[in-house]
């Protein structure tokens, strides 16, 4: 494969893993918690990189592609491990994130919380065991090996 088919394919990738995401949320019903969307900004990056390349932009620009996928793919892998209770995640976004414990009783009985809060530690949508942050992890790191494979090239 050329360096500009392979440069398509990365960005064509990201662009499509970005549009899916967007197609969960506003056409599925399913709101990003703030680890998914933190998993979007690369790929809207990477996508902008390979449209920037494959108009003649500066070869170089290729590597700043891979480490924009290869950050998506680790944010995601960082938030299934999170999902899958390997570590803890961020607070604002977890289980521990919404600790009553230090609450007094008109706090607990506020109605100023924050409603609709996508905890980031929890599944919403899995498929073959792997979540959303998995599927990108994966997918993520076959387009960082497009993108290291079309920066190599002369």
């Not at 360096?3 to 197609?23: D, Q, V, Y």
């Not at 995640?89 to 706090?107: K, L, N, Q």
């Not at 929890?122 to 090996?145: D, H, K, P, Q």
Request: net charge neutral.
């Amino acid at each position: 494969m050329t360096r500009n088919g392979l440069i398509l394919l990365a960005t064509l990738g990201s662009a499509g893993l970005l549009l899916g995401a967007f197609g969960f949320q506003h056409i599925g019903g399913l709101a990003p918690c703030k680890m998914c969307l933190w998993q979007r900004w690369p790929h809207a990056a990477a996508a902008l990189i390979g449209a920037v390349l494959l108009f003649g932009g500066p070869r170089m620009l290729a590597w700043l592609g891979a480490l924009a996928a290869l950050s998506t793919g680790l944010i995601g892998a960082y938030h299934a491990g999170v999902e899958w209770g390997f570590w803890p995640g961020p607070s604002s976004c977890t289980g521990g994130g919404m600790d009553m414990g230090g609450m007094d009783g008109s706090a607990l009985l506020s109605l100023d919380a924050p409603l609709g809060m996508v905890m980031c530690d929890e599944v919403v949508w899995s498929l073959f065991g792997l979540s959303m942050a998995g599927w990108n992890a994966v997918i993520a790191f076959a387009l960082t090996a497009l993108w290291v494979k079309a920066a190599r090239m002369a």
